[in-house]
C-alpha cells in the first residue's frame, strides 16, 4: 500500500469551469464560508476574435516536494496516506508559514478552528473505502481524474501516458502530484 | 450513500485484490495523523429531483440531524447520471436562506412597499379565496390570471383549470422556448421538449448557435458535451461573444448580433449549391425542397459577409464540416431564443438545416424520444373554457401561438383605449415577472391595475413587495410534487420526495393549492389528501412499484429504438405528414413560407451605444438563486462585458463602475463593475441576468450589480407567436462616479425616481381588500 501514489488530473479540453467542484467540495467538506479548498482559474490568451481560454479547476497539488511540509514547524503538515499532503489541525499553531510557502496559493485558515486548510483529496471518503473526491464525483463534465499514479493501469496513469499533460509551475521545483491534461 | 469496501480500490487498481484488504487496514492503523472527518454523510439519504433549474436532474440528499448536509447526484437518475452542476450542488443555498419568507403575509401599505402583516395561514388563504370568489362573480373565471414557473406550479395550474381561467400563462414560452418549439413544430411537427431531444453525446458535429453550453447548465447536455469533445466531435460556435462552448471550437464565428438568419441561409446555399446535402432523407422525408433550393440561391457566403461580419470561406469551411460529419451533425435549437422578434423564422431556418443535414431522427442528431405512461389523475373533468384567452390584442395576433403569452395577459390587464381591463386578478407563482418579462414599467403599471395580486414564492422577489397577499412555499427539498415522466432516450419516471419538513410556517404548493380548492367550492378536483396520495395514485395506475420509486428515486423504462435507422417511425405531425422546407401554414397566415433575409430587422446600434446581450452563469438560474449565499460564494455580481478596444476608447479599465443607460434614457438602478475582455464583439455588451435586484429583502443581493431587464424598455414582438425579442436594445456607459456625484447633488436617478413615483400613486383602486370596484 505504501506504493500508493494519488494523484488529480484535470482534463482542460471538456472542463467547462462550472465551478461544481468549487461546490461540491464546499458542501461535501463543510468549509468554512467564504473559503475554498478548489477553485477556477481562466486564462485568456489573444487579441479579439483570435483568441484561446485556458479553463482549470485548481487546489493544493499534493506536492511530492512540498515546501508547506517543508516549513511547518509543528509537523501539522505532513505526508499522509497514498503520498498526499495533509494538515493534521490538532498540531497547527496557525502561524501561516505554509500559506506563505505555497506557490500555488492553495492554502488558508479556517476561521472557526485557527487551523490551516487546503484540499485533502477527500481523504475521509478514502478512508471509508469511497474511491473519488468529491470535487471528480459532482462534475458533469467527467474531467477529474483521480486515482494511483503508480498504477500503471489506473485511469489517471492512463491519461497521463496518452495524452499531453503539463504541471503548474514547474519551475518551483514541487513536483506536483495534480496535472492537468492539454 | 453506502460505505463501500475499500477493496472496491481495486478499480482504480490500487494493488492486488487479495492482498489489499489487510494492507489497507494497516495502511491507515499506521497513520499517526488524525483525518479529519468532515461528517457530511448522511443518516438517511432521501433520492428526489432538482429544481434550481428547470432540468429536473435526479438527487441523493443527505440529511443529518434533521439537516440537510449535501446534495449529490442520483446515479439511477437518467438525467443527471449522478453528477451535478453547481446549483444542484448548491441546493442547500435556498433551503437554509435567512431571507426566506417564513409566514404568509397580508399587505397593510401601499403597493410595492414591502410593509406587510405576518398572518396565519387561514387568514392568508380566506382573503386569498374570498379575491378569487369576487373576481369570478363580478367578471368571470377568466379575469383571474396564473404566471408560473417551476414544477410545483403544476398544483396552481390544476387549481385555475378548475376555477375555469383559462389564462395560464408561463414566461418560460413567449419569453424563452416559444419561438423554437413552434419553428420545430411547423417543419417536423414536433416541439424538442424539455428536456430536448438532442443527442449531443452521439454528435460528431455540434453547432451552437448563441446556446453556451458550459454557462447554460442543463447537467445532461453539458455532460454529453464533454463526451462530444472527448469522441472528436468538431464543435461550431456562432455568438458575438467567445463563450465557454466557443472555447471548446473548432471554429468560433464572432457574429454581427442580429444576423444570423443570414448566415443560416448561407450555410443552406452552400450545403444545396455544392450538393452535400442528404439526398435520400429529403426526398424521402422532405416537402418543398425545390422551393427551398431556388430560394436559398442567392444566399452565397459573399452575400453573407456583408450582413454577418464574418468571412466567407470560414461560412463554407464550417459548411463543409457539417456536411462530412452529417447524419451525426447536430445544429442546436437553443432554448432561451427571443432576440430579435424574427426568432421561429431563425429557429426555422435552424430546423431546415438540421433536414438537410439528415439529423432529425437520427444519431447524433435528434433522437426520438418516449415516455412512461403513467395515467393522469381521475378527476370530473375541467370545465369547459368558454372564455378566450385574453393574452393578444385581437383574436388574429400572433396565429401560431400554441401556449398563452405572458407578456398578454400582463398587457391585458391594462385598460386599453377601447375599454376595461380584462384581466383583474394574478397569482404569481415562482415567477418574478419584473425581471422575467420585458419593460418592467409595463409589468408596474398592470400592476397597479390589479385589483388583487398573490404570489406564492420561497424568498422576497421584487414581485413578492407588490403583493396583496403573500404565501411562503416550502422549497423543493420540503415538499412533494407531481411525479415527473419527460420524453427521453430511456422512459422513466422520478418522484420529488420531501427531504425535510418545511421550515417555518411554510407549505408546500400542492397543500396550498388543495386548501384554496377547498375554499372556492371545488374539492371536488382535490379529493387526494396529499401529494404522496396522489403520486402513488399514478404511479400504480401505471402498474409501478411505489416503493422502488420512492427507495430509489426513478423507475426506469425499457429503451426502444430512438433513430429512424434503429426503426423508430419517421412520423411528423405536420400538415403534408412530412418535414415542411415550405411550410404551408405560414404561407396561409402571410407570413414568408421559408426564412427570408430583411435588411430592416438588422439595426445598428447608435453612436456610442452597444447592443445589449444577456445570459447565464453557471452557478445561477437567473435571479432564482443570485440570493442564494452558498452560490453566491462563487459569483454575488454580475460585470458588464466591454471589448477591449471599446473600452479604450472610453478610458474604461476592468474594475471601474458603471451604469447603463439605454436608448430609451432608462439608467440601471444600481452600478457594475466593467470586465474589459476581447471576448465579445466590438458592437454588444454582456451581462449575466438576475443580478441588480431592488428587493431590499434579498439582502445577499440586493443592490449588487446591473439588471438587463429594467433597460429592456424596448422589445420586437414575433408576429408568429408572439415571443417578445429582448435583444433589441442599446446602452452606453456612465461613470459610477459621475453619476452619483450627480444623484449626491440633487438630480435623482431616473429609473429610481420613476420608480419612487409609481410607489407614490400605487393605493389599489379596490383599497387593500373587500372594497367594491
Known amino acids: 500500500m505504501s506504493d500508493v501514489r494519488f494523484g488529480m488530473a484535470i482534463d482542460t479540453r471538456t472542463c467547462v469551469g462550472c465551478a461544481a467542484c468549487v461546490i461540491g467540495c464546499k458542501t461535501e467538506n463543510a468549509t468554512a464560508p467564504e473559503f475554498s479548498r478548489d477553485w477556477i482559474y481562466t486564462l485568456l490568451e489573444g487579441e479579439y476574435p483570435d483568441v484561446r481560454m485556458t479553463i482549470r479547476s485548481e487546489r493544493c497539488n499534493h506536492c511530492e516536494d512540498a515546501p508547506c511540509v517543508t516549513v511547518c514547524p509543528t509537523g501539522s503538515s505532513h505526508y499522509g496516506p497514498g503520498g498526499t499532503v495533509q494538515v493534521n489541525p490538532d498540531k497547527c499553531s496557525g502561524c501561516k508559514a505554509c500559506i506563505t510557502a505555497c506557490p500555488y496559493d492553495a492554502r488558508h485558515i479556517d476561521p472557526r478552528s485557527g487551523a490551516a486548510d487546503k484540499c485533502t483529496f477527500c481523504m475521509h471518503r478514502l478512508e471509508s473505502g469511497i474511491t473519488t473526491t468529491s470535487c471528480q464525483e459532482i462534475c458533469p463534465t467527467q474531467s477529474i481524474y483521480f486515482g494511483d499514479l503508480n498504477d500503471p493501469d489506473s485511469k489517471i496513469s492512463r491519461a497521463l501516458a496518452t495524452r499531453e499533460a503539463y504541471v503548474l509551475k514547474p519551475d518551483a521545483g514541487t513536483s506536483p502530484k495534480h496535472f492537468y491534461l492539454k | ?773
Not at chain 2, 367578471?139 to 383549470?161: D, I, Q, T, V
Not at chain 2, 446535402?277 to 430560394?295: I, S, T
Not at chain 2, 426568432?343 to 426555422?348: A, E, F, G, I, P
Not at chain 2, 475582455?677 to 449575466?688: E, G, L, N
Open chain 2, 1 to 773: 450513500m453506502k460505505r463501500r469496501d475499500f477493496i472496491r480500490m481495486s478499480s482504480y487498481g490500487v494493488a492486488g485484490t487479495a492482498a489489499l484488504s489487510g494492507v489497507t487496514t494497516d495502511w491507515f492503523g499506521l497513520y499517526g495523523n488524525r483525518t479529519v472527518n468532515p461528517g457530511t454523510d448522511g443518516e438517511q439519504v432521501v433520492p428526489s429531483f432538482c429544481e434550481l433549474c428547470f432540468w429536473k436532474c435526479g438527487i441523493l440528499a443527505h440529511v443529518k440531524d434533521g439537516r440537510v448536509t449535501k446534495i449529490k447526484g442520483n446515479p439511477k437518475d437518467p438525467l443527471s447520471q449522478g453528477h451535478l452542476c453547481p446549483r444542484g450542488a448548491g441546493g442547500t443555498g435556498i433551503l437554509y436562506d435567512p431571507d426566506r419568507l417564513k409566514k404568509p403575509m397580508v399587505r397593510r401599505d401601499m403597493r410595492g412597499s414591502q410593509e406587510f402583516e405576518e398572518v396565519s395561514w387561514d387568514a392568508a388563504l380566506n382573503e386569498v379565496a374570498e379575491n378569487f370568489e369576487r373576481i369570478k362573480t363580478r367578471y368571470g373565471p377568466e379575469a383571474l390570471a396564473l404566471f408560473s414557473h417551476g414544477y410545483g406550479g403544476n398544483w396552481m395550474k390544476h387549481l385555475f383549470h378548475a376555477y375555469g381561467s383559462p389564462n395560464i400563462a408561463a414566461p418560460s414560452y413567449a419569453q424563452c422556448r416559444g419561438p423554437r418549439d413552434v419553428g420545430f413544430d411547423l417543419t417536423y411537427g414536433w416541439g424538442v421538449g424539455s428536456p430536448e431531444r438532442t443527442d449531443i453525446k452521439n454528435s460528431r458535429c455540434l453547432v451552437l448557435i448563441g446556446s453556451h453550453l458550459g454557462e447554460n447548465m442543463h447537467n445532461t447536455q453539458v455532460q454529453e458535451f464533454a463526451e462530444a469533445i472527448r469522441n472528436g466531435a468538431k464543435v461550431i460556435t456562432v455568438d458575438p461573444r467567445f463563450s465557454i462552448a466557443a472555447s471548446k471550437s473548432v471554429e468560433w464565428m464572432p457574429i454581427k448580433p442580429g444576423t444570423d438568419i443570414a448566415l443560416l441561409l448561407a450555410w443552406m446555399n452552400v450545403i444545396i449549391g455544392e450538393g452535400l446535402y442528404d439526398r435520400d432523407y429529403v426526398e424521402a422525408y422532405g416537402y418543398g425542397f425545390e422551393q427551398l433550393q431556388a430560394h436559398v440561391q442567392p444566399y452565397t457566403p459573399e452575400w453573407a459577409y456583408t450582413r454577418t461580419g464574418l468571412d466567407p470561406d470560414p461560412i463554407r469551411r464550417t459548411a463543409r464540416i457539417m456536411a462530412a460529419e452529417r447524419p451525426a451533425t447536430l445544429v442546436h435549437p437553443g432554448r432561451h431564443v427571443t432576440w430579435y422578434g424574427n426568432d421561429t423564422q431563425r429557429s426555422r431556418a435552424i430546423a431546415l438545416l438540421n433536414a438537410l443535414l439528415g439529423s432529425w431522427g437520427r444519431k447524433g442528431g435528434f433522437f426520438v424520444p418516449s415516455a412512461m405512461d403513467i395515467p393522469p389523475y381521475e378527476y370530473p373533468g375541467y370545465l369547459d373554457h368558454e372564455a378566450q384567452v385574453a393574452d393578444r390584442p385581437d383574436p388574429s395576433a400572433y396565429p401560431l401561438a400554441d401556449q398563452v403569452l405572458a407578456q398578454g395577459v400582463c398587457d391585458a390587464t391594462i385598460p386599453s383605449g377601447i375599454g376595461d381591463s380584462r384581466i383583474k386578478g394574478w397569482m404569481v407563482y415562482g415567477s418574478n415577472l419584473p425581471t422575467t418579462l420585458p419593460n418592467p414599467e409595463q409589468t408596474y403599471r398592470a400592476i397597479q391595475e390589479l385589483d388583487f395580486l398573490v404570489t406564492v414564492d420561497i424568498l422576497p422577489a421584487e414581485i413578492v413587495g407588490w403583493s396583496d397577499v403573500v404565501l411562503p412555499e416550502a422549497t423543493y427539498l420540503e415538499r412533494c410534487d407531481e411525479v415527473f415522466a419527460p420524453p427521453w432516450r430511456t422512459p422513466y419516471v422520478a418522484v420529488r420526495q420531501e427531504v425535510v419538513p418545511p421550515m417555518y410556517d411554510s407549505k408546500p404548493g400542492w397543500w396550498i393549492a388543495r386548501e384554496l380548492g377547498h375554499r372556492v367550492g371545488l374539492p371536488d378536483f382535490f379529493p387526494w389528501q396529499d401529494s404522496v396520495e396522489y403520486a402513488k395514485t399514478r404511479v400504480e395506475a401505471a402498474g409501478l412499484d411505489c416503493d422502488v420509486l420512492q427507495r430509489d428515486g426513478v423507475i426506469v423504462g425499457e429503451q426502444g429504438p430512438i433513430y429512424f435507422e434503429e426503426g423508430a417511425a419517421p412520423v411528423f405531425w405536420t400538415d403534408s405528414g412530412k418535414i415542411e422546407f415550405y411550410s404551408q401554414k405560414l404561407a396561409a397566415q402571410g407570413f414568408d413560407p421559408m426564412p427570408t433575409w430583411h435588411d430592416e430587422e438588422a439595426e445598428d446600434p447608435p453612436q456610442g451605444y452597444y447592443r445589449l446581450l444577456f445570459g447565464r452563469s453557471p452557478v445561477h438560474t437567473f435571479g432564482r438563486t443570485t440570493n442564494n449565499r452558498l452560490l453566491s460564494e462563487v459569483m454575488d455580481e454580475n460585470g458588464v462585458w466591454v471589448n477591449r478596444k471599446i473600452a479604450q476608447r472610453w478610458g474604461l479599465t476592468s474594475g471601474d463602475r458603471v451604469y447603463l443607460q439605454n436608448q430609451d434614457g432608462v439608467r440601471s438602478t444600481f452600478s457594475a463593475p466593467v470586465k474589459v475582455t476581447d471576448r465579445i464583439h466590438p458592437d454588444a455588451v454582456y451581462v449575466v441576468h438576475g443580478y441588480g435586484r431592488k428587493a431590499k429583502k434579498l439582502r445577499q443581493v440586493y443592490g449588487k450589480g446591473i439588471d438587463d431587464a429594467e433597460l429592456i424598455t424596448r422589445f420586437k414582438t414575433d408576429p408568429i407567436m408572439g415571443g417578445t425579442g429582448m435583444n433589441v436594445n442599446f446602452v452606453t456607459f456612465l461613470r459610477a462616479e459621475d453619476v452619483e456625484e450627480t444623484s449626491a447633488a440633487g438630480s435623482s436617478l431616473e429609473s429610481e425616481g420613476q420608480e419612487e413615483e409609481v410607489m407614490a400613486g400605487l393605493v389599489s383602486p379596490a383599497g387593500r381588500k373587500g372594497v367594491a370596484v
